[in-house]
């Protein structure tokens, strides 16, 4: 039988073997594996650490579980929150003005179920997706957006060239960080851009996870917590220039990149300016990683803290957005179905199965209303805004959110 993962004893960027461990999270799940009730316990888990390269900054995960495992049949669906549909399509809409591609090609690397090249074809741009989760390519298929299932790689982007003609754009949201082998990406991204073609790609900003303790981002998924200096490094190195960088807010803090061929297009403001405030964080150094360490354990005994004083008091806490993160949240935490009744959540695809390593039920988002419960923890936070805002009647009956991190606090 092949190995389910391995051990990552090189940093991805630079090739160096110099990597210092900052973070262990334990054991834990796989944070999309969501169980079918009766499945025999206990769910698989693998190591969760962090550690950073002492020559790059590269920060990375300690071990690679097989892209196989993790991605054939996935259950995150971009289309399921409101909030990221709205995020996509500005983000079409951003890149058909920028770099006019109505008729031109544009790829998009896991591009889910179609959330985002819906927009950019309806702008007029010739569109291709490729898509690994069997599930997603299937809906993003039926709904028009040919997709391909295939995981990305330089003989992919060959057979993309071969049959479609070279791209203007490829896209690739939260997906950098899902590659273990950057190499092999950024030789196809090469193959596959036209000569002035750009690379455009959001990945979450590990400045963010440090100071906003988003430790729960941190699970088997995430290989890579990119820093601008460590993606300078990694595109430089093989041919490529970062060019333009912007922070958004989406999930907890990303970083929207632009790439091109060298000297094709400008440096901009935005990227020297985050280049500064990377350079006076000391992101080289130790200490910014050993304080985010520190922090991480403060969270975890305050959350602990909160959620057992309120069972003591007898209330009845629920969980809001099966999300990933709550995945690594609960299981870090030592949550359980005794602390947390059930998860609501609006993706079908999770509804009837169970949290992985807390087996707690997932459930329509109707249950909040149905059930009642004294209190909601938000385990998808960085939806908070849009998430409160539709439960104006479960708040009015007397219910309250928990926001979880950075200090764990029940909302006013
Ligand atoms: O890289 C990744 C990121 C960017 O997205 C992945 N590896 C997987 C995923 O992470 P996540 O699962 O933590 O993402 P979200 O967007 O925080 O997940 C939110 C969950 O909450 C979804 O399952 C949908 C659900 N939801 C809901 O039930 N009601 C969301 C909203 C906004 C709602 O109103
Ligand atoms: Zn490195």
């Not at 998009?108 to 702008?123: C, T």
């Not at 741009?125 to 028009?144: I, K, Q």
């Not at 790689?153 to 082998?181: F, P, T, W, Y």
């Not at 190499?183 to 963010?208: H, I, R, S």
Request: proline share 5%; hydrophobic share 45%; glycine share 8%.
């Amino acid at each position: 039988m092949r190995e389910t993962y391995r051990v990552a004893d090189r940093c991805r960027v630079c090739g160096s073997a110099h990597l210092w461990q900052f973070l262990s999270l334990g054991d834990s799940p796989l944070a999309n594996a969501f169980v079918r009730p009766g499945t025999p316990t206990p769910d698989p888990r693998y190591p969760l650490a962090l550690v950073k390269c002492e020559d790059c900054t590269q920060v990375q995960l300690t071990v690679v579980v097989r892209p196989e495992i993790l991605f054939r049949d996935y259950a995150y669906a971009s289309s399921a929150s409101s909030s990221m549909i709205e995020h996509f399509r500005a983000m079409a809409g951003a890149i058909t003005s920028r770099y006019a591609t109505r008729g031109t090609l544009v790829v998009e690397i896991g591009s889910n179920d179609g959330v985002l090249l819906r927009p950019l074809a309806a702008a007029g741009a010739r569109v291709l997706g490729v898509e690994p989760a069997e599930n997603l390519a299937a809906v993003a298929n039926a709904a028009g957006v040919e997709t391909w299932n295939a995981f990305f790689s330089l003989s992919l982007a060959r057979r993309i060239v071969v049959e479609k003609g070279q791209a203007r754009v490829v896209v690739a949201n939260n997906v950098m960080a899902h590659i273990d082998d950057l190499d092999d990406l950024t030789q196809g991204l090469n193959a596959l851009l036209d000569g002035d073609g750009v690379f455009v790609a959001e990945v979450p900003y590990l400045v963010e996870l440090l100071d906003r303790v988003e430790f729960d981002t941190v699970y088997h998924e995430h290989l890579s917590y990119f820093s601008i200096s460590a993606l300078r490094t990694l595109f430089a190195r093989r041919g490529l220039e970062l060019f333009d960088v912007k922070r958004e807010t989406v999930h907890g803090g990303s970083l929207r990149l632009h790439v091109g061929r060298p000297g094709r297009h400008p440096l901009t403001a935005g990227l020297t300016a985050t280049l500064e405030d990377e350079s006076r964080r000391e992101m080289h150094d130790r200490v910014p990683y050993q304080e985010f360490a520190r922090r991480v354990v403060v969270a975890r005994d305050a959350l602990r803290s909160l959620v057992h004083t309120l069972r003591t008091q007898g209330k009845r806490i629920a969980g809001y957005g099966a999300a990933a993160k709550g995945n690594t949240l609960l299981n870090y935490c030592g949550l359980a179905s005794d602390d947390i009744e059930f998860i609501v959540d609006s993706t079908p695809y999770k509804q009837g199965l169970l949290a992985p390593g807390t087996r707690i039920p997932v459930v329509p988002e109707s249950w909040i209303l149905d059930r009642q419960p004294d209190y909601a923890l938000l385990l998808a936070w960085n939806h908070a805004e849009a998430i409160v805002r539709k439960n104006a009647e479960y708040v009015r009956r007397g219910g309250r959110f928990i926001l979880p991190l950075p200090v764990a606090r029940v909302m006013d």
